[in-house]
T-cell receptor, first 111, second 113 residues
Framework: SQTIHQWPATLVQPVGSPLSLECTVE??????LYWYRQAAGRGLQLLFY??????ISSEVPQNLSASRPQDRQFILSSKKLLLSDSGFYLC??????????FGPGTRLTVL | GNSVTQMEGPVTLSEEAFLTINCTYT??????LFWYVQYPGEGLQLLLK?????DKGSNKGFEATYRKETTSFHLEKGSVQVSDSAVYFC????????????FGTGTRLKVLA
């Protein structure tokens, strides 16, 4: 069956520190991959999506970046975190235009 | 462009009350429509979906019908339970161009015993 993993589950980082969040998918090949951010009590903001290895589309210019080094691995990074980067980060995948499957999320607090 | 509009929350209901959460959309082509549910501290889970006009998606007592003439996909449940308390998101997937999904802003439902 298809599953999606995200880690870590929670993270507390100081302003200016680097960030690396990882997402992996099992049970399917060549998925479309997505990173979303959800501010407290708010909706979903699409940050990046990828339709193949090395193919990254950025939706919101900011100090975050994404990479897809393997077919089922999607990484969200930052060189220097800002306070405004705090939020709940969700990874998701889909096959074509069918429904998305979401990971459990990472709660990031930047202090 | 494509967009999804859903009713503002929070919605507070008593247990066994009838639920409607409105969702309307704007899209080119023939999008698929989805309702997702998010419980506190968790990711989103697919609740139901419909892929073409007049399709009815249903799951766990929830229903929604894809109405192309009114561009709507309202979520309904006849009798809510305390365990239904969560945030509900309406979404669509575009069928052309990019593989992107458009989400509504979410509606928080609180069910009181």
């Amino acid at each position: 069956s298809q599953t999606i993993h995200q880690w870590p589950a929670t993270l507390v980082q100081p302003v200016g520190s680097p960030l690396s969040l990882e997402c992996t998918v099992e049970g399917t090949s060549n998925p479309n991959l997505y990173w979303y951010r959800q501010a407290a009590g708010r909706g979903l903001q699409l940050l990046f999506y990828s339709v193949g290895i090395g193919q990254i589309s950025s939706e919101v210019p900011q100090n975050l970046s994404a990479s897809r080094p393997q077919d089922r691995q999607f990484i969200l990074s930052s060189k220097k975190l800002l306070l405004s980067d705090s939020g709940f980060y969700l990874c998701a995948f889909s096959r074509g235009f069918d429904e998305q499957f979401f990971g459990p999320g990472t709660r990031l607090t930047v202090l | 462009g494509n967009s999804v509009t859903q009713m503002e929350g929070p919605v507070t209901l008593s247990e066994e009350a009838f639920l409607t959460i409105n969702c309307t959309y704007t899209a080119t082509g023939y999008p698929s429509l989805f309702w997702y549910v998010q419980y506190p501290g968790e990711g989103l889970q697919l609740l139901l979906k419909a892929t073409k006009a007049d399709d009815k998606g249903s799951n766990k007592g929830f229903e929604a019908t894809y109405r192309k003439e009114t561009t709507s996909f309202h979520l309904e449940k006849g009798s809510v339970q305390v365990s239904d308390s969560a945030v509900y998101f309406c979404a669509l997937s575009t069928t052309s161009g990019t593989y992107k999904y458009i989400f509504g802003t979410g509606t928080r439902l609180k069910v009181l015993a």
